[in-house]
């Protein structure tokens, strides 16, 4: 049961785009199309953004995506707005458990 | 108000025991499968444990298996992770929450703390 790999970092200007990558295996990113992501501010639980590797609960904004590639998936956050400043974790399904990435700190520079 | 009530943590020994209970109201708890997510001070979130939603089903991390169990009771709407042979290292907060789905709730967290 390993952890999924993401960036440890990642930053941003208002207005821009980034990507977080969350790399896996075929048993888990890859097996399922079952990948979430969550965003998490300092002393706060977490908040899915992302389940399904594509899908926004509602109330989520557009500017977050997600998509998948083999073992890897990515959350895209475009037009960064400085509320997105925080810490997220991508999610997978792995058959008869679930496995968190390490998360990645998005600063909005 | 949909919300998730975690209680039972605190302060425990190594090689003690804690039962923590998750509240929940507002939303039909029955038709739900329910997990725990820990988070160490300063570290990322780990899946614990999940139950399906009329409890005949559970699945854990291999750090807690054989250690802690998952139960829920839902004619009293709550979810329990009952934690024996604790060590050190489960020191966290642990949050109830349902997993990833179009309906997303999680609890404020409660601390665990595995010290002597």
């Known amino acids: 049961q390993s952890a999924l790999t993401q960036p440890r970092s990642v930053s941003g200007s208002p207005g821009q785009s980034v990507t977080i990558s969350c790399t896996g295996t075929?048993?888990?990113?890859?097996?399922?199309?079952?990948v979430s992501w969550y965003q998490q501010h300092p002393g706060k639980a977490p908040k899915l953004m992302i389940y399904a590797v594509s899908e926004r609960p509602s109330g989520v904004p557009d500017r977050f995506s997600g998509s998948k590639s083999g073992n890897t998936a990515s959350l895209t956050i475009s037009g960064l707005q400085a509320e997105d400043e925080a810490d997220y974790y991508c999610s997978s399904y792995a058959g008869t458990y679930r496995v968190f990435g390490g998360g990645t700190k998005l600063t909005v520079l | 108000e949909v919300q998730l009530v975690e209680s039972g943590g605190g302060l425990v020994q190594p090689g003690g025991s804690l039962r923590l209970s998750c509240a929940a109201s507002?939303?039909?708890?029955?038709?739900?499968?329910m997990q725990w997510v820990r988070q160490a001070p300063g570290k990322g979130l780990v899946w614990v444990s999940q139950i399906n939603s009329d409890g005949s089903s559970t699945r854990y991390a291999d750090s807690v298996k054989g250690r802690f169990t998952i139960s829920r009771d839902n004619a009293k709407n709550t979810l329990y992770l009952q934690m024996n042979s604790l060590r050190a290292d489960d020191t966290a907060v642990y949050y109830c929450?349902?997993?990833?789905?179009?309906?997303?709730?999680w609890g404020q967290g409660t601390m665990v703390t595995v010290s002597s």
């Open positions: 507002g939303f039909t708890f029955s038709s739900y499968r």
């Open positions: 075929s048993s888990d990113v890859g097996g399922y199309n079952y």
């Open positions: 929450a349902t997993p990833p789905g179009a309906f997303d709730i």
